[in-house]
């Protein structure tokens, strides 16, 4: 069955520093991978996905995550974050027979201090 | 072009009761899928409906179940309602039924009290 894990519930950087929001997943066939941001009651925003070619994705706002199957991981990074990336941040990931469905990681909330 | 609306965006009903949320989908968009969001759980698959056919469902009980209709909007319908229920309920439309060309809408606020 798949699975989704994000390591860290909460992470904290300051105003500029790098962001690193980690995300691992199994999965028994190729996956197609998601990054999604959700801001208090709002519903989710899609930031960047894989799905075939490139293993290095580029999302909106800045952000990219990297597909790394020998390590079943996609991270997202940003290089300088910014007071209007706080939110939480969702990894999920889908396989092509199941359609629309998702499976979702818990998710990690991103705070920025000035 | 318009995004994907839910409507009520909040909702208070009593334990026992029954409800029901309603999604309008992107135009165009064939698939709509349900997602439940708690702070418990966190984002779980509901099921999945295209073209007025229910085609994938998650792990949830006969309480929960959905429809289609011919312009593609959909419902969802929870009976007895119990306080686990309290959630926001998301929704998601998709022209193909493609995991990753789907668009989410901004979610109902169902609290049971």
């Known amino acids: 069955a798949q699975s989704v894990t994000q390591l860290g519930s909460h992470v904290s950087v300051s105003e500029g520093a790098l962001v690193l929001l980690r995300c691992n997943y199994s999965?028994?066939?190729?996956?197609?991978l998601f990054w999604y941001v959700q801001y208090p009651n709002q519903g989710l925003q899609l930031l960047l996905k894989?799905?075939?070619?490139?293993?290095l994705v580029k999302g909106i706002n800045g952000f990219e995550a990297e597909f790394k199957k020998s390590e079943t991981s996609f991270h997202l990074t940003k290089p300088s974050a910014h007071m209007s990336d706080a939110a939480e941040y969702f990894c999920?990931?889908?396989?092509?027979?199941?359609?629309?469905?998702?499976?979702f990681g818990k998710g990690t909330t991103l705070s920025v201090s000035s | 072009k318009a995004g994907v609306t839910q409507t009520p965006r909040y909702l208070i009903k009593t334990r026992g009761q029954q409800v029901t949320l309603s999604c309008s989908p992107i135009?165009?968009?064939?698939?709509v899928s349900w997602y439940q969001q708690t702070p418990g759980q966190g984002l779980q698959f509901l099921f999945e409906y295209f073209s007025e056919t229910q085609r994938n469902k998650g792990n949830f009980p006969g309480r929960f179940s959905g429809r289609q209709f011919s312009n593609s909007r959909s419902e969802m319908n929870v009976s007895t309602l119990e306080l686990g229920d309290s959630a926001l309920y998301l929704c998601?439309?998709?022209?193909?039924?493609?995991?990753?060309?789907?668009?989410f809408g901004p979610g109902t606020r169902l609290t049971v009290t």
């Open positions: 894989y799905t075939t070619g490139a293993t």
């Open positions: 999920a990931v889908s396989e092509e027979q199941a359609g629309t469905a998702l499976i």
């Open positions: 998601a439309s998709s022209k193909q039924g493609l995991s990753y060309e789907q668009y």
């Open positions: 999965s028994s066939v190729p996956p197609y």
């Open positions: 135009s165009g968009h064939r698939s």
